[in-house]
C-alpha cells in the first residue's frame, strides 16, 4: 500500500518512479527522446549539448556535431568574441567637426558628423546617449565655436565602413523592420523609428497609420495594412531596403490588439543623424545648407571635404554595457556593430564577412573546428548560420576563465529559471547558456530544434532541460 500511496503522489506531482535513482545523463537521455518523439519534432532537426561547467566534460550530448540554425544564440559567441577581442572596457568615439574656416560667426564649409561604429548614438537605454542629449550637445560645441550660421552643408559620414549595410543571408521580410536594421559606420537612435497604427472597424478593412515618431518627411510610407480578426495580433510587416526612400507596410493589424504599432527600420541612419541636428539648428535660428552623407558625396564622384576642427566627441558606453542590452533584449543591430569591430580593429575593411573570418580565426586558435563555425552574421537573424551546439558550448566553457566572465553572465536573460540566452526566427528554437541546480552542480546547456512543427515548442524545451534540475 505504502509504495501504491508513493505512485500517485509522485503522479500528480510530475515525478514518475522510473525517474528515482536515474543520474542526470540518463534523464536527458530519456528526456531527449521524448522531444524528439514528439509529433511536432518529426521533421526536424534537433541537437543538445549539455557540458559539466566545471571540467568541459561532455555530461550529455546528441547531434551536437550538426550544424544548425541558431537565430539569438548566436549572440553568446559573438559576445564572447568581441570581450576577447575587444576588451570589456572598449567605446566607441562619434566626432562633430567641420571644414573650413569660421569668419565672423559664419561656417564658410562643411559641419560633419564622423561615425566610429557606435551602435548606442541616440539610443533610449542610456542616459548620456539619448537623442535630446546627443543633439543638446552638438549644438553646444557649435555656439562654443562662435557658429551662428553655417554656409556648406550638414554631412553624415559613415564612410569608416565602407558602403556595404545589410549582411548577405537577411531575409527581405526582416530587413524593413527594427529587428533588420542594418548597421552602419554613424547609427542613430538603434537605427529606427516608429510607426503608430489602429485597426479599423471591420476586418479586411484598411488599417489606419495614426502617426510616426519622429515624424519623417523625406520618406514615403505607402499603407497597405488590412485589418485582421481581433486576437490575430501584429502581423505587420515594413518592407523598407537600406537607402530607399519608399517604404510599404504590408500584412495585417488585428482588431483590439494592445500595441500601439510597430518599429520600422531607418533606410539611412547617417542622413537622419544629420538630418535632426539640421532641423535642431534650423529652430535655434542656426541655417545650414542641404543635408547629405559621405556615400551620397562618394557616390557622385566627389572627395570628401577634408575636417579642419574637430568641436566635439561623443564616447559610448562601454562594452560590458553594450553587450548587457545586446544579450538582454537582444538587439541585432549591435552584433552587427559588433562584428564590423573586430574588422576594423583588425586593419580590414569593416565587413560582415571580415568580422566572421576574425572571430572564426580567434576560436581557432583555441581548438574549434573553424568548420563547426559556419557564420553569416553575428546576431543570428540569417537562417543561413549553421554552428553546433558543441561549438557554441566550448565557446561558454572557455568564457568563464575570463575576467570578463561576470559581466557576460548577468547580461544573460532569465529563462526557465536558468541563464540561457533565447533563440528564435520561422521554425527555429533554441537557448544557451548556464545553469546551477539546487545541488551545487554546474553545467553549461545548448539545446536547438530546426524545422519544428506548430507552435509552443518553447515549453518543451524547457521540459527537456528539467532534467538538469
Known sequence: MKIKHLALALFFSGVSLQSIGQ???????????????????????????VLDANTGKIIFAKNENTGVATASTLKTITAATAYSLLGKDFRYQTTLAYSGNVING???????????????LGSFRYANQKENMVLNQWVGAIKAAGISKIQGR?????SAWGSSSTPDGWTWQDMGNYYGAAPSALSWRENQ???????????????????IVPAMPYLQVVNELSTGASGTGDNAYAYLPPLASTAYLRGTWGMGIQKTGISAALPDPAYDAAYRLHDTLKRIGITAGEVTTSRQI?????????VSKQLNTIT???????????????????GENLLRTLAWKAGKPATTANGVD?????????????????????????PANRVTTYAMATILFHAQKEEWYPDFYK????????????????????????YTNAAGRKYIVVININNYTGGGINKKLFKTLDALK
Open 23 to 49: 543520474t542526470v545523463e540518463q534523464k536527458l537521455d530519456r528526456a531527449f527522446q521524448v522531444l524528439n518523439a514528439d509529433p511536432q519534432a518529426k521533421y526536424a532537426t534537433t541537437s543538445l549539448c
Open 106 to 120: 559664419v561656417l564658410q564649409g562643411d559641419l560633419i558628423i564622423i561615425g566610429g561604429g557606435d551602435p548606442t
Open 154 to 158: 550638414i554631412i553624415g559620414d559613415d
Open 193 to 211: 523609428f516608429d510607426i503608430n497604427l489602429r485597426a479599423g472597424t471591420r476586418v479586411n478593412q484598411p488599417a489606419v497609420i495614426t502617426s
Open 298 to 306: 562618394l557616390a557622385d564622384k566627389f572627395p570628401l571635404p577634408l
Open 316 to 334: 559610448s558606453p562601454s562594452l560590458s554595457e553594450i553587450i548587457y542590452w545586446f544579450n538582454k533584449k537582444s538587439i541585432n543591430l549591435y
Open 358 to 382: 576574425e572571430l572564426i580565426n580567434f576560436w581557432t586558435k583555441k581548438g574549434l573546428d573553424k568548420n563547426a563555425l559556419n557564420m553569416i552574421d553575428g546576431s543570428g537573424l540569417s
Open 411 to 434: 547580461s544573460l536573460p532569465i529563462n526557465n529559471g536558468m541563464a540561457i540566452k533565447s533563440g528564435s526566427i520561422k521554425d527555429v528554437s533554441a537557448y544557451a547558456g548556464y
